[in-house]
């Protein structure tokens, strides 16, 4: 056995502290009713590096990049000093080689253990956040227990060095902790709770203010509350290093208990001391929660609670049935345990990022929210700000790219989430086809027309002072807002909690909530088809209501515009044109009366009423957009948003007019379903601008592909007309609307079509067998703009305006996520074959690890292409085998049908059938990049770094569902819906039973019976003979489900099927 294993449920590291370092984090789960803590940990010291509430400024443990943490964790982290029968030790410190040390990781928790022969003692710590309270706190769980022949006498002093004060930022205190514990104050020292704040704010400012909230810490050791030092020096004397805790070296427990303390101008600490005896075989242990409370009082009224026998197991068993609860969706059982935990540990990290979908009211008037959610920032990604929201009901912040896919495959978990991703994500994309960058906690506010049945309704169901709750319901708020508010404030209500907030959300407006961030990728509307392709999957019954009957989708409307070319196109100076400064903010319309600034605003009409139109209307404006922006070349989509596409790294792309071709697949995929969705319905409803810039596209793509117009000559007319619909659309919609035929729609399109596919078979010729992933272009004539008296018109930074007469090409080096896209939409068999081959002979596969990278080597490339080229080969975005794309490519082989080719890469290409000792971390958990064979530091081939939280978990759980359910779920054929079970297994992941289960749609356990243990795909594999419903007993001939037994499994009504397959 080595280093890294699974015992059951928990991944064991062993002899943890001497492995390369690695960082990962608890998920926060505390439930919908309990308050989360973010907690970071790392394999080094006693393992937790930071934690706090809300985000990185509220750190009660300070924040630290991984670097960093992995140097500061076993000083400044957790620490127990002991004293064995008078003899001085510091379990989990690096300096004792003799222990033996474990690291147990758990889905919500982890534990670390020692076992140190010389004293005769193992020490076993184990943290998990506190579920289900009203206060949000870090539980620690600490046992001692005498290994050893004899009675051994223990004093004990065990916990935090360094506690920072709410209300000092971690940034702050990074930079000035010195003169911010001056307003350091501690309450409550004398129930032994203290309580760690600041007296007021501490901004330079005339408007200062008192600090409402504070950290607390604890200890309940057999019921009763243990006396804390809150005094560093009490424990430590002189040695300001920490290392040493030179009182407790010279001086008894009882005699540091003696001591005075003072907390004034310190930054505190938080330790417990205690003594005791303990017989052989004998144990003992104790809990500190150190965390968040909203005031003296609420903390005070827990401590009840908090000694009661039981409580504390109760509350691990709890965090442990909460993840259960949420990861059944997605319970599997093959030959493979690693596997099936694996897939179990990929759900639950893709739900931290896009959210776990709550709907209120399932049969009504339905409210989603999406829990548990939060950016990917970590010590490894320490340029991220994350937030969890420390309240009930917890939601977090995202990225419109990374919420959108990691919430792709939400309808398969959650019947009751129907269109509701479709319609938030197509909501946020702009009338130009662009979209905000960040996607926000979701809000309701009280519908105009229901503010005195909300009143009534606050006045019949609570006791007491309502004035709390009709603040908060006065403007938008969250449920989690609500929900605390009725527990801080203690307000009696006469009807259930949960009843109570479904009606009042009923009265509500959902908000969809977000904000313009950054900038303009021009990849983040990529991922809206697979939400809608994966509703069809589950509801191909709805598709006409889907796309014509609703229409409410609006324009999200941004306080930044793209700007026209006259005004980014410029000369360096070098002598070369470059596209800078694409975007600007608005100053007139961030002037119009009810636009709100870093708020969500919705494009109005000129009578203030929403532009609205229905799906199908909202795919037609997107198409045409990204449509009227391929390259001059009709390749690419350009990136003249001012940001690349996926890969972020490639920052300088848009400088050098940069065009994506994975964009241009994609946007391929669009048109298709267009093609052959729009003709569903005989007309349509187009607002009228929008329905004149297709007319006006089109008919200039006649002209093209008639020959009667050259590719520049194009590509400049129809930008222009982009430019001046961009500006006609700006401000308003006129509110007139174009009834449109959609069989002519559907003629525009499949000209759009045909000319994509002319640009992408000439990217296809560039790329000799595989396609480019990026194109720039070179301006290769150009005129100066200048003014009246011939002068040069400045532009971006005062560099000289240009247009552009011509451009010339500039494929660059080969990156898999070109490749990726094309295989998944290849139709022919033996072209997927070929590009696949293409691909693995070429220097994408890394033949070292049997992974794929992210590109070829790229050192020839220029350092404006972005910083990427600045980065070590192998290494972050340049050359390393980054899990999301590579994972993308996988299930690009299996949607093109090359199973074969899919299960011999699986063995290497999967993290979790890879050599942990190589990947140097839990081979059940993503990481955002290996290291690939490129690197010049060979040590670190193969290692994983950047933990979790990345679109890798959206790809493999689309993996797992295309190898259990294949490509088609369900269909709708001749008004009957029909189930299809069309697994794509390999015979070694039947089990010892001949069998492998998963669960369908999160309430279905299907097990296929495999008597032969064959390949269940390809030509020869075996066939399903019937299929046998456990509930009712009947039994299905043949491999399909249909009619009303069909429509009970969607419903969830149907609880096991067993799938069985002829025995060849």
């Known amino acids: 056995m080595g280093f890294y294993h699974l015992d059951g449920d928990i991944y064991t590291i062993e002899n943890y502290d001497t492995l390369p370092a690695f960082s990962s984090f608890l998920p926060g789960l505390a439930g919908i009713k309990g308050i989360p803590i973010w907690v970071y940990y790392t394999n080094r010291g006693q393992g937790v590096n930071s934690f706090g509430i809300h985000n990185k400024n509220n750190a009660i443990m300070e924040f630290n990049p991984a670097n960093t943490a992995y140097e500061n964790t076993p000083i400044k982290g957790f620490r127990t000093f002991i004293k064995c029968d008078g003899q001085y030790f510091e379990p989990f410190f690096t300096l004792d080689k003799s222990a033996k040390r474990r690291f147990l990781i758990k889905e919500n928790s982890f534990a670390i253990e020692e076992v140190n022969t010389k004293y005769g003692l193992k020490i076993h710590i184990k943290y998990v956040v506190l579920p289900e309270e009203n206060v949000g706190a870090l539980l620690r769980q600490v046992t001692v227990e005498n290994i050893g022949d004899k009675t051994r006498d223990i004093e004990i002093i065990d916990g935090l060095p360094k506690i920072i004060p709410y209300g000092i930022s971690n940034g702050a205190y990074k930079e000035m902790s010195n003169l911010l514990k001056s307003w350091s104050d501690i309450k409550n020292i004398d129930n032994n709770v203290p309580y760690y704040t600041m007296r007021s ?18 200890t309940i050791r057999d019921g009763k509350v243990e006396p804390v030092i809150y005094d560093t020096e009490v424990i430590f004397d002189y040695d300001s290093s920490l290392v040493n805790p030179i009182s407790f070296m010279d001086n008894s427990v009882e005699e540091l208990k003696s001591k005075k303390q003072c907390f004034y101008n310190k930054v505190p600490c938080g330790f417990t001391p205690l003594s005791f005896s303990l017989e052989p075989s004998a144990k003992t242990g104790f809990h500190t929660l150190v965390g968040f409370a909203g005031s003296v009082e609420q903390i005070n009224d827990k401590i009840h609670s908090f000694c009661q026998k039981d409580y504390f197991a109760d509350k691990i068993d709890r965090a442990d049935d909460l993840v259960e609860h949420m990861l059944k969706d997605v319970r599997t059982k093959t030959s493979s345990p690693i596997f099936d935990k694996y897939i179990r ?6 739900f931290l990022r896009g959210g776990y979908p709550f709907v209120f009211n399932k049969d009504s008037n339905k409210s989603i929210v999406h829990l548990f959610s939060r950016k990917h920032g970590d010590p490894e990604r320490d340029y991220n700000f994350f937030t969890t929201a420390g309240e009930y009901y917890s939601q977090g912040n995202g990225n419109f790219r990374d919420v959108n896919q990691n919430r792709r495959n939400d309808v398969f978990f959650n019947k009751d989430i129907e269109d509701f991703n479709i319609k938030t994500f197509f909501q946020l994309i702009q009338i130009d086809g662009y979209n905000p960058l960040e996607v926000r906690p979701s809000t309701f506010s009280i519908k105009v027309d229901k503010r005195d049945a909300a009143n009534e309704l606050l006045e019949k169901a609570t006791i007491g002072d309502i004035k709390p709750l009709e603040k908060i319901v006065a403007g938008s708020f969250t449920p989690g807002q609500i929900s605390n508010c009725i527990a801080i404030n203690k307000i009696n209500l006469s009807q259930d909690e949960d009843e109570f907030l479904e009606m009042l959300l009923e009265l509500c407006d959902d908000n969809i909530e977000a904000g313009f961030g950054e900038g303009y990728w021009s990849d983040h509307w990529d991922y809206n088809m697979d939400l809608v392709e994966n509703y069809l999957k589950v509801y191909p019954d709805k ?3 889907l ?3 609703d229409d409410s989708y609006r324009f999200y409307d941004s306080p930044v515009y793209v700007l026209p070319r006259i005004e980014k196109y410029v000369i360096n100076s070098k002598g070369e044109v470059r596209q800078y400064g694409s975007i ?24 203030g009423s929403y532009g609205t139109t229905t799906l199908i209307g909202k795919m037609i404006s997107l198409g045409l957009n990204k449509y009227a922006s391929l390259d001059a070349f009709g390749m690419g989509v350009e990136m003249e948003g001012g940001k690349p596409g996926w890969n972020d790294a490639m920052n300088g792309l848009p400088g050098l007019f940069g065009s994506g071709m994975s964009e241009t697949l994609e946007l391929k995929r669009l048109v298709t379903f267009i ?10 409803r187009l607002p009228i601008e929008i329905n004149d810039y297709l007319l006006r596209v089109y008919a200039y793509t006649n002209n093209l592909l008639n020959k009667e117009m050259d590719n520049f000559t194009y590509w400049d007319t129809v930008a222009t007309i982009r430019e001046e619909y961009r500006e006609e659309v700006r401000y308003s919609l006129k509110g007139k609307y174009a009834t449109v035929d959609t069989s002519q729609v559907k003629e525009i399109f499949e000209k759009f079509q045909e000319r994509i596919d002319e640009g992408i078979n000439r990217a296809l010729d560039f790329g000799d067998g595989i396609i480019p992933t990026y194109f720039t272009f070179n301006a290769d004539k150009f005129e100066a703009v200048v003014d009246k008296d011939g002068n040069p018109v400045p532009g971006y930074n005062g560099l000289a305006k240009v247009m552009v007469k011509s451009f010339e090409p500039v494929p660059l080096p080969y990156f898999l996520e070109g490749p990726a896209k094309m295989l998944a939409s290849l139709k022919d068999s033996k072209e997927a074959e070929k590009l696949y081959k293409n691909v693995k002979e070429s220097e994408l596969y890394d033949r070292k690890l049997g992974m794929y990278k992210t590109s070829v080597p790229i050192d020839h490339i220029s350092m404006e292409n972005g910083r990427i080229r600045a980065f070590t080969a192998g290494w972050l975005e340049r050359e390393s085998i980054f899990l999301h794309m590579e994972y993308k490519y996988l299930l690009s082989t299996l949607e093109a049908g090359l199973y074969e080719e899919f299960y011999k890469d699986l063995p290497t290409a999967m993290v979790a059938f890879r050599d942990p000792e190589e990947y140097g971390r839990s081979i059940l958990e993503n990481s955002s990049f290996i290291a690939s064979s490129v690197n010049p530091n060979e040590a670190i081939h193969g290692r994983g770094y950047v933990a979790r939280l990345s679109g890798s978990t959206s790809e493999a759980i689309s993996i797992w569902m295309m190898m259990f359910m294949g490509d088609k779920l369900f269909s709708y054929e001749n008004n009957e819906l029909v189930l299809h079970l069309e697994p794509k297994l390999p015979g070694w992941l039947f089990d010892e039973d001949d069998n492998a289960s998963f669960t369908l749609l999160s309430s279905c356990k299907v097990t296929y019976h495999n008597p032969s243990r064959r390949d269940i795909y390809g030509q020869d594999s075996p066939r399903i003979e019937k299929i046998r419903v456990i509930d009712t007993g009947e039994v299905i001939e043949g491999s399909y489900i249909k009619g009303e037994l069909a429509s009970r499994i969607r419903d969830g009504k149907v609880k096991e099927l067993v799938v069985e397959f002829e025995n060849l």
Request: aromatic share 10%; hydrophobic share 30%; with cysteine.
């Open 201 to 218: 704010s501490s901004d330079d400012s005339s408007e200062v203010k008192e600090i409402q909230g504070g950290y607390f810490y604890l």
């Open 345 to 350: 540990q990929n759900y639950l990290d893709n």
């Open 543 to 545: 598709r006409r209501e």
């Open 547 to 549: 796309l014509f009957e």
């Open 584 to 607: 600007m903010r608005d100053k007139k319309k961030l002037a119009c009366e009810g636009f709100i600034d870093n708020g969500s605003n919705w494009l109005k009409t000129e009578d």
């Open 675 to 684: 093609i052959n969705n729009v003709a569903k319905a005989d007309e349509i």
